[in-house]
């Protein structure tokens, strides 16, 4: 009976989704490109931008000389929007399997989604650069607010992965000095005002040190300090925004010990936090597929969202 109860509820949450995009259609919708000329941090990328075709990079990106965001319009929005970044341990960004279904079902919610294009260390970028473009596309957002009939205080980001580890970055160090900026939006702050991070990478210490994404940032003979700075759980404050953490026991890649230590670091700090934990799903499950729990997930973000009027209940 639970399982049948459990079965039905994830059938309805799929439908609730909105359908998936043709890689025509993906193409053609808006972007907003981050950077005016050449984007600050050295690197410098050539040739196309490359899609993954098969395994476990089937519709990941790599190779991004030009970062920029993706623009999903709500059929009838609700003044919120969400900065989603996919994962991908910054050697490449999972949309076809994070991001984009993600950005498609928060769009069919009412949410304005802007689906973050981001620049790669593996690419032969600065490491910083992710951070960068995190950064400035949130304050591109909160810039142009009433461009989007956004409320520019219901601007949050979603992150999987090393997404997650990105969007939590930026979370919880907005102000942080990345790069010398001077034009319009230069003038908000990247602070985004809830956080959503899936099976996020927390931690670059021991004993989960063994990512991708550490060797990406801070590489694979990394200092004690290096480890410490490139942390989430380093910058846990009571100014953090409200966060929500998704997480499966069985996941080989970011254990559930990275969403524990976040959720543990920011309640110790006096922030608010909440944090679920599914029994299985492993790793880069994205919105799940219905016989899985752990599909779950967007239901129980939209009943938070709620609770914290970052969306209205129907008819308010």
Not at 220 to 237: F, G, H, V
Request: hydrophobic share 45%; charged share 20%; no cysteine.
């Amino acid at each position: 009976m639970i399982r049948r109860l459990a079965l039905a509820l994830a059938a309805a949450m799929a439908l609730l989704a909105a359908p998936a995009l043709a890689a025509g259609d993906a193409a053609a919708r808006e972007e907003i490109r981050l950077w005016p000329g050449t984007p600050p941090g050295n690197g410098k990328v050539t040739g196309e931008e490359k899609i993954g075709g098969e395994g476990s990079g089937l519709g990941a990106v790599s190779n991004v000389s030009v970062p920029r965001m993706r623009v999903y319009r709500p059929t009838v929005p609700n003044g919120a929007a969400v900065l989603v970044a996919g994962g991908g341990g910054y050697f490449r960004i999972q949309l076809k399997k994070e991001s984009t279904p993600a950005a498609e079902w928060l769009a069919a919610q009412g949410f304005t989604v802007f689906e973050l294009i981001y620049r790669l260390p593996n690419d032969g970028w600065d490491s910083t650069a992710p951070f960068m473009d995190a950064q400035r596309a949130m304050k591109i957002i909160r810039t142009r607010a009433a461009e989007f009939s956004l409320d520019p205080d219901r601007i949050g980001i979603m992150g999987f992965s090393a997404g997650g580890h990105l969007a939590g970055f930026t979370a919880y160090q907005p102000e942080r000095a990345l790069y010398d900026g001077k034009d319009r939006f230069e003038h908000v702050s990247a602070r985004p005002d809830f956080a959503v991070l899936l099976f996020p990478v927390v931690t670059l210490r021991k004993p989960y040190d063994t990512t991708r994404t550490r060797r990406e940032i801070v590489g694979d003979k990394a200092s004690e300090a290096a480890e410490i700075a490139w942390s989430l759980d380093t910058y846990a404050s009571k100014d953090a925004p409200p966060t929500i953490i998704f997480a499966a026991a069985d996941d080989p890649t970011t254990p559930p010990g990275h969403g524990i230590l976040l959720f543990q670091s920011l309640i110790a700090a006096g922030a608010s936090a909440e944090l679920h934990l599914f029994r299985n799903g492993g790793h880069g499950w994205g919105l799940g597929t219905p016989d899985q729990v752990i599909s779950q997930w967007p239901g129980l973000f939209a009943h938070w969202a709620q609770s914290l009027q970052i969306t209205k209940k129907r008819g308010e």
